[in-house]
């Protein structure tokens, strides 16, 4: 078994790289999971505001580097991306484990 310590870091709407503007009531980080992608098994994050757009919803998937989570080449989601509704849709309000 592999341990390690944990590093704490903190994002928010208004950090410098992430898309978008941060509104009054987006919820960004209203849900968040971590996520890894199993190509260099360095933990990365993916974070929603289902308040996003007037309840549109949003996520955005943050990739993890030996430093902590890059802001740089955020990749952002909406259900309109995956094909699905996307007014008034919630989109990220719930994440899967």
Do not use: Q
């Not at 929603?48 to 802001?71: C, H, I, K, Q």
Request: with cysteine; aromatic share 6%.
């Amino acid at each position: 078994m592999r341990t390690g310590r944990c590093r704490r870091e903190g994002v928010h709407h208004s950090t410098a790289g992430i898309p978008g503007a941060p509104e009054r009531l987006d919820r960004f980080g209203g849900e968040a999971r971590p996520l890894n992608d199993g190509a260099d098994s360095r933990a990365g994050l993916i974070a929603s505001a289902p308040g996003e757009n007037t309840d549109d919803g949003y996520s955005w998937v943050f990739a993890g580097t030996s430093g902590g989570l890059r802001t740089r080449g955020v990749r952002t989601l909406d259900g309109a991306a995956l094909g699905a509704p996307r007014v008034n849709a919630r989109f990220g309000s719930v994440l899967a484990e």
